[in-house]
């Protein structure tokens, strides 16, 4: 089998000609095509591809510009320009080890039943780390689970999507993205999870989801990314998404049930922040909790508020 490179970008400038260099350098023998989806761009980003494609005419390489932004907006747009069976997303500043593609298609080719497949994805620090950014390095798409493959089984189970392949028919068999609840990224926002849904409807489509240490890659993360406000900013747009997520995973509980199920899960973040308001005399960590369980219990609550209108309306109707 072979696979298509989906790289969705935005505003990235020069940099992401590291990303498709790193692709380049890898082995390319199974690589159906590199498709590029701008999503709207307003910097260099199109430009530096075009020269990039100019320069590397041995490589399949297409750009496709997608003007309604938002990263779940270019996957889905990826996913209808791929025309093979294995696609796989690759971050615009990620850079993939040689081996990556042949690692990623040797894993499909065992089963197929397997419909998601991640690997390791390692932090390429450009300054420091800090100390918080070190703590906090799983936010930053960090995936590390050890040196053996193994299907990932468990229903809340997911896999960065900084490097994530998938099967076309199982993506496909999920209704991703037609069933999408979580948005992703939009411009500088920091929403999240969208990466994690599609894995979950993947799985829940009946397909298996695995983990393959051979395909190797570095997430770059610039200084500015380990800030404390961007690192709070980055917590807070995760606990946002968390509770919807967990929703997906749940099988989306409606009506009361539902009510119910938020309901439970808000009272109980409701007591961790409680706890952490009495109890944690670090002020940083301190700052961090309340306002990332805060945001846990807001999100929770608009998913009670959403089932209500639901049954609400389906009561008038």
Not at 2 to 20: A, F, H, K
Not at 207 to 230: I, M, N
Not at 248 to 277: F, H, S, Y
Request: proline share 3%; charged share 25%; net charge neutral.
């Amino acid at each position: 089998m072979s696979i298509t490179l989906c790289v969705c970008t935005y505003n990235r400038g020069p940099r992401i000609e590291e990303t498709l260099g790193s692709i380049a350098r890898a082995n390319t023998a199974r690589l159906d095509e590199l498709l590029v989806i701008d999503n709207n761009s307003s910097d260099s980003t199109p430009g530096v591809v075009r020269g990039f494609i100019d320069e590397h005419t041995s490589l399949p390489v297409r750009m496709v510009r997608e003007t309604e932004q938002g990263l779940t907006h270019a996957r889905a747009r990826a996913l209808r320009e791929n025309q093979s069976e294995l696609f796989a997303f690759i971050d615009d500043d990620v850079l993939l080890e040689p081996g990556w593609i042949d690692a990623i298609v040797g894993r499909f080719d065992q089963s197929d039943q397997i419909g998601a497949v991640g690997g390791i994805v390692e932090i390429a620090w450009e300054a420091g780390p800090t100390k918080l950014a070190l703590k906090r390095r799983s936010n930053l798409a960090y995936q590390n689970l050890g040196d053996r493959a193994f299907e990932r089984s468990g229903a809340t189970q997911g896999l960065a999507g900084a490097a994530l392949a998938l099967r076309a028919s199982a993506v496909r068999a999920s209704g991703w993205p037609g069933n999408a609840v979580l948005s992703d990224r939009v411009g500088s926002t920091t929403s999240s999870a969208g990466d994690y849904e599609i894995v979950a409807r993947v799985r829940q489509a009946g397909y298996e989801v695995w983990y393959e240490p051979g395909a190797r890659c570095h997430h770059q993360v610039e200084a500015s990314r380990q800030t404390d406000a961007y690192l709070l900013k980055l917590g807070i747009g995760i606990a946002s998404s968390m509770p919807w997520y967990e929703w997906v995973c749940a099988g989306e509980p409606a009506g009361d049930e539902g009510i119910r199920w938020a309901q439970e899960r808000m009272r109980e973040t409701q007591r961790r922040l409680n706890r952490t308001k009495r109890l944690e005399y670090r002020p940083k960590r301190r700052r961090f909790r309340i306002q990332e369980r805060q945001a846990g219990i807001d999100a929770y609550r608009a998913i009670v508020r959403r089932l209500e209108t639901e049954m609400g309306s389906s009561s008038g109707a």
